[in-house]
């Protein structure tokens, strides 16, 4: 019993003397210095409570040990060691204590006793300093033990400073939002003035932002890499961005002459004829984007899928929701937001004018659709629901089946469904009433992503029997289904476009690209509709335009500059 309550006292004094004092420093440094409001966790701070406990009644417990007894010069040389203060000595025994392992030392019983007879010592203290004793008495180095549990404090520090300042209070990010508000500083601001309207279709947004519209074009991804323009009967295409490596392109928002839109790890924005091209935000995953008036809001993966806000300039970004967020969308004026508050689940709606909130329903709900007075979402198990707003009812199941993605229209609703265990893409589409009825068969496909609404029309992407990558479009008074257009590989083009002003077919002068692969190619007529591009009077130019790009990949055409010159088609695209 005594030894249990010996150790019980051990826990305890490791958890107050240690932790705590630690948690009460980081709580006065941010209160009083920082004025940054902390929240602790009581059940994380009895946890690590417990854990320190454990760790102290290990390394510290009260042990006995014997000896055999070599001669006194031996325990006199291990007593003169630095390591050691002596606090009491009779003629048989000795009490010392140790100098090194701070700061335990400090808040322990730290005294180690040692008492002699002629054939051997018994020694007895906390089991750490023991160890270290009869090392020191048998002329065992005790150093390197002696500098690791020092090291092993430190460590020990350290990750508690890390669990509740770093991870538990969001140091990491805070660091995060100091470079960014610096990377910021020299990015250009602009201004769009647009009032509060959306930067995209709220469905559209649920399905990956795949696409965009304005009175005069039609924005949208291709092969997930590429940003393409069309006019408003899908003609006339023009890449703004085509790559064919890198990152994904999705997200997209469009207000005035600006498309927003993310890319990996960054927000970026470009104007519409595919100029100034940027990144105003690179500090993580954003999920969800919307862009309202002159803000645009996300969902912060990389931090704790809290909801944030940050102008059209990547300036004043702030957290404006501490919640775990699954879902945001907006409607009129109300940031709508689905979340997960200990183990309950909320639709909750917020007045972005003045922070109200108010609770919705009280559901697992993502990829929600306010639609007349309903809200549409995906729940529990995948399945498709609708519920009247601000009623507490159950929701009305529409599809019992796991819906992998889904777009309501005037029409109906179409949606596909899981393909196997993968939940994105989806297979097959079908089409029901706003009810959940009527339920029909649209298309019978694979790997079908990105629903996206454009006038009358859905857009969707999936591959075709052969594997191709292809983009839809179904009529959704007619359910007819339209290929888009005939993917073009870049591998395949002899026509890259530069801020949509310049094209240049080089098709007639392949025999001078030989040894150049696609990339190399690729960067070879960049550079050179870069150099049109920048040039006013690039046609009395255009002989050092070709020379100087040609012998940067290590091409001399000087003896063939007329033949390439009347073989190549440059194109100036002009755009109102």
Do not use: C
Not at 490 to 499: F, K, Q
């Amino acid at each position: 019993m005594n030894k249990f309550k010996d150790n019980l006292l051990l826990a305890i004094k490791g958890a107050l003397f240690i932790y705590m004092p630690l948690v009460l420093v980081l709580f006065i440094f941010y209160n009083a210095i920082l004025k940054t409001e902390i929240e602790f966790s009581l059940s994380k701070i009895l946890f690590y409570s417990f854990i320190i406990g454990i760790g102290t009644i290990s390394n510290y417990a009260h042990i006995k040990t014997e000896e055999k007894f070599l001669d006194i010069s031996s325990l006199k040389n291990a007593i003169k060691n630095k390591s050691w203060e002596t606090i009491e000595q009779k003629e048989n025994s000795l009490i010392v204590k140790p100098k090194f392992d701070f700061p335990f030392r400090l808040v322990i019983d730290n005294k180690v006793e040692i008492k002699t007879s002629s054939d051997k010592i018994i020694v007895e203290g906390p089991s750490y300093y023991v160890k270290n004793m009869i090392r020191d008495i048998n002329k065992r180095p005790s150093f390197w033990s002696k500098m690791s549990s020092n090291i092993v404090a430190a460590i020990i520090i350290l990750g508690l400073v890390y669990i509740l300042t770093i991870d538990g209070l969001g140091i990491d990010w805070k660091l995060k939002i100091s470079r960014h508000n610096s990377f910021v500083e020299n990015i250009e601001q602009i201004y769009i003035n647009f009032g509060d309207k959306l930067g995209t279709n709220t469905q559209n947004a649920n399905n990956y932002g795949m696409g965009v519209e304005n009175e005069d074009y039609i924005f949208y991804v291709e092969d997930n890499l590429s940003l393409v323009r069309v006019d408003k009967n899908f003609q006339d295409k023009t890449y703004l961005i085509q790559e064919s490596g890198g990152s994904n392109i999705s997200r997209l928002n469009l207000l005035g002459k600006w498309i927003f839109y993310t890319r990996g790890q960054t927000i970026n924005r470009i104007m519409l004829d595919g100029t100034q091209n940027e990144a105003i935000y690179e500090s993580g995953y954003s999920l969800n984007m919307h862009l309202k008036g002159d803000w645009l809001y996300f969902i912060n993966f990389s931090d704790g899928s809290n909801i944030y806000k940050m102008d059209i300039n990547g300036r004043g970004l702030e957290k404006i929701l501490d919640v775990d967020a699954l879902d945001i969308t907006f409607d009129d004026n109300y940031l709508i937001f689905s979340h997960k508050d200990e183990e309950e689940y909320y639709v909750e709606k917020m007045d972005i004018l003045n922070s109200q909130r108010r609770v919705e329903l009280k559901v697992l709900a993502n990829t929600i659709v306010k639609w007349d007075e309903y809200y549409y979402f995906t729940g529990e198990n995948y399945r498709l629901f609708k519920s009247k707003a601000g009623i507490e009812a159950e929701p009305q199941l529409l599809v019992d089946e796991e819906v992998s993605s889904y777009i309501i229209t005037e029409t109906g609703i179409f949606y596909s469904i899981f393909s196997g265990d993968v939940s994105y893409p989806g297979q097959k589409i079908f089409k029901i009433d706003l009810e959940g009825k009527n339920k029909a068969l649209i298309l019978d496909k694979t790997e079908i992503e990105g629903f996206t609404r454009i006038g009358d029309y859905v857009l969707f992407y999936f591959f075709d029997d052969d594997h191709v990558y292809k983009i839809n479009k179904i009529n959704i008074f007619t359910n007819i289904i339209e290929e888009l257009s005939d993917h073009t590989n870049i591998e395949e083009s002899h026509t890259p476009v530069i801020n949509n002003r310049i094209s240049i077919d080089y098709s007639g002068i392949e025999e001078f690209l030989i040894g150049l692969n696609q990339e190399q190619t690729t960067s070879l007529f960049n550079d050179i509709a870069n150099g049109i591009y920048g040039d006013e009077n690039y046609e009395d130019n255009l002989d050092s335009i070709l020379l100087n790009s040609f012998m940067k990949k290590g091409i001399d055409i000087s003896n063939n500059i007329d033949d390439v010159k009347s073989r190549l088609i440059i194109t100036e695209k002009n755009m109102e």
